[in-house]
């Protein structure tokens, strides 16, 4: 009986000895994916930083340093960081926008006058643009129905508080299937085509 529960229990050791080397083991696999994760995002964040003129650089290090010092709330940071647009259409997106892509969204203008002031007062330097979400006063866009153009706005995903900003930035631009149709749509239309 001794022997058997000795068994037992030898038994019920090693199957907890090798549940926690499967766990040692996940631990590790999932390190691995995090740093390659890590690894991944620097890439991008450089690929983006070269993109980037100097000063707007300049400006959102500065603004994410002043935000974080003085608790500025209301801050949601640059249109590009608050968007994904389908991979397909990132090209359109690019060159629609521009440098509105770093434009910083901002819930009010109060907001925007207080960064602009707190710029000032520490003599940052960089150069940014606000968008306070109270006073853009974008119109809803009657897009043209047919198989010609897709809205590019339709092709970005955002969260529903940031609708003024993405409609101000993509909402009168059009895909269009060929140069023909994004002429023809943007003098019928007064909305800008793309192809």
């Not at 910083?104 to 707190?118: P, S």
């Not at 109270?134 to 897709?150: C, S, T």
Request: hydrophobic content about 40%; charged content about 30%.
């Amino acid at each position: 009986r001794g022997s058997a529960a000795a068994a037992e229990l030898r038994r019920r050791r090693d199957e907890l000895t090798n549940e926690r080397k499967e766990q040692w083991r996940r631990d590790a696999d999932a390190d691995k994916v995090m740093a390659e994760c890590k690894q991944e995002v620097h890439r991008y964040e450089r690929i983006l930083a070269d993109s980037t003129p100097k000063g707007i650089q300049t400006g959102l290090a500065a603004l994410r340093d002043l935000v974080a010092r003085h608790n500025v709330p209301g801050v949601y940071g640059p249109l590009v960081e608050l968007c994904e647009v389908d991979p397909k259409f990132v090209t359109a997106a690019e060159v629609t926008a521009g440098n509105a892509l770093f434009h910083v969204v901002v819930d009010t203008d109060e907001t925007a006058a207080r960064l602009i002031e707190l710029f000032g007062r520490e003599r940052v330097k960089g150069r940014l643009t606000y968008m306070p979400l109270n006073v853009l006063d974008v119109k809803e866009v009657a897009y043209p129905a047919g198989q010609d153009a897709i809205p590019l706005l339709s092709k970005v995903a955002f969260e529903p508080l940031y609708e003024p900003a993405m409609r101000q930035v993509f909402g009168k631009t059009l895909v269009c299937r060929n140069l023909q149709v994004a002429s023809r749509l943007a003098r019928s239309e007064g909305l800008d085509g793309i192809t």
